[in-house]
């Protein structure tokens, strides 16, 4: 691994964001892909060897909270992951994902059964080239549609990266270890909270701004104290799931398993909490397609699915018991 | 400091999560634990022998400079020792302002002979410290405090009364605020004693709070002289001071809290898994609630180990310090309610396990009323977090 200690996770934030506005106005995946990889984004976990970055998963978190703020419609954290995961496996697959010639993406929910069943929640299959299908075996194998699967169309609530169903009658393809699939999943959640972050701060700037500007009344609505005290709990909502981001890439953290594990259910809950409180603090205007306040809260509630955060509580609550017992 | 002196240290400091966990569980006494059945209350007298103890063993005062009886360590130790601190039911210091105010004020301000004076004397508890900032006019709004401090030939002869002022009955210090000037002034001309209980005109008067304790007075202060040596910094010098430390303090004061929590949510669960007929309550109907609260615990750790790095890396923390404190009060508090209302569903004729954690959450429960009044409420941390973190437009 890189041990470059001139490289600041912060540097990358100015690119991300710039990379994001860009991807904004660009056509269609393919374009956005290839803005992404120029940037070295989609690389920047993967090894020298296919043309990554090799830098820890605390370099993703800025690009990803760029990317969460700025409605990044791209599968950007499936590519970061799945290149570093089949760099040593498949390295001229690995190349090809990190140069964004090849979007992947990963069916979080479900696993096969053999080698067929249904998968689903696979942000932007329809799109992607490849998509990552689990196994009973707790492996994972990287399917191309139309070869022993096939992408169906699914009711989703996320607009920038809608989630496609995945059906596959004989999975074959580059396949991933449980070992590898476990680092993947790991990692995903404290990717998926800097997601949430990036979408959570946006909210709270929007609905500070919001707040400023409107006037009722004769004055701003941020002159009643019951709209500040609504920004102050969204402030500390947004401040709780930054911290304990932080907290779980430290080198410093005893327990980062059970530190990523928490972040990423409280970024769920919390960063649901921060959008509907600025839609709320919007009045009638945050309720309107055009604010985009909800496609920032379509997004949270589509990863708090996608990082199966009820199965995750359901997992604190095995590990108190047992810890109790 | 030397590198070698720097290596000593965090050598030091490494190993003392290690040696804290070990001393706690062999020296901890059965009648000090919470999670054990008691007969009695606790004496002031044996609370100050163990937290004597406790410092002795290092577990006390770790940042404290080693002259004044401190380990003369780094941040991480004392999160490494609060850490082990909280994971042990063992009751709350009785000096903790003593500790965690009074302390780093006097450090903060105290001339020489002030740090060698009080400062050994808090961490071997001699010394217990309350803190009389409060007035019935003047609680969340201290600008409004109306104590006079009047400086004659004699010394500093002071007039006023203090309110909430915890511990001040078993107190020997008292860290007292007063103003030199006229209420108009308010911030201004603000001044900090370390003013001796026992000096005449002094009164003070216990009030009983919701957990039947008498853990607060009122203090009286009639002509009350004070020495122009037990002053701290001059007038506004000594109150500027003190409100660097208390923002500093806000975010690191008993940073063993989560820790602590963890340990009442392990004892609640582990007391309903010990019966047949309360396993269903952690087991089932209470299960996802309680899992949320271990998810804020681990949330709360979240805010307290990184402010505790931002401080490491030299950062001001100002208004930050509000956010783990309106998190842990309000999260603390969501436990106590949920406590009861488990506890509440044990049986009438209960095991000792049951019958001490019903007795333990039911303390809880009640105490936890105070935590998003005191050290600021609830509404003043929200408007700071207003006002000096998103800066919002109060006018038009």
Redesign the interface.
Known sequence: MTTDTELNPEDFVETARAVTTACAEAAGLPERMDLLAEAGLTGILAPEAVGGMDLPLGFAVPVLRAAGGGFLAAPLLECMLLARAFAGVDDALASAIVSGEMPVTVAWSGMLGGTSGVVGRAPLAEACARVLVLGADEGGVLVTPGEGAMVETESTLDLERPEARVRVTAASGPELSADAVARLRADALVLRAALILGAAEDCLSRA?DY??ER?QF???L??N?SI??H???D??AV??IR??I???L?P??AVPA??A???F??AATLGARVAESAIQVHGGMGFTWEVPLHRHLRMIKALAAQGGAADL??A??A???A??? | MTQTALAETRTAEQGMAAHARAWLDANLPDALREDRPSTRRNTVAELCDWEAKLHRAGLVGATWPKEYGGGGLGLRAHLDISREIGRTPMPESVNSIGKELAGPIIMAVGRPEQKAEYLPAILEMRDIWCQGFSEPNAGSDLAGLRTRAVQTADGWVVNGQKIWTSGASKSRRCLLLARTGPVEDRHRGLVLFALRTDTPGVDIREIQSIDGERSFCEVFLNNVVIPEEDMLGSPDEGWAAATRVLSIERATNRMHRAWRFENQLNHLVSACLSDPATRHLAESTYRRALAEVSVNIELLKGHVETLVGSLIDGQEIGPRGSLPKLFWSEAHQGFARLALEIVSQFPVEASDTLRVARKRMEDIYLKSRAETIYAGTTEIQLDIISKRILQLKRKA
Do not use: F, K, W
């Open positions: 500070a707040a400023q006037v004769g004055r701003p941020s002159a104290q500040q005290h920004l102050a709990r402030c500390l401040e709780t911290n304990n932080h907290r779980s430290s410093e953290c059970a530190a594990r928490a972040t259910v409280g509580i359901e604190v609550a590990d108190l018991l810890n109790a017992a």
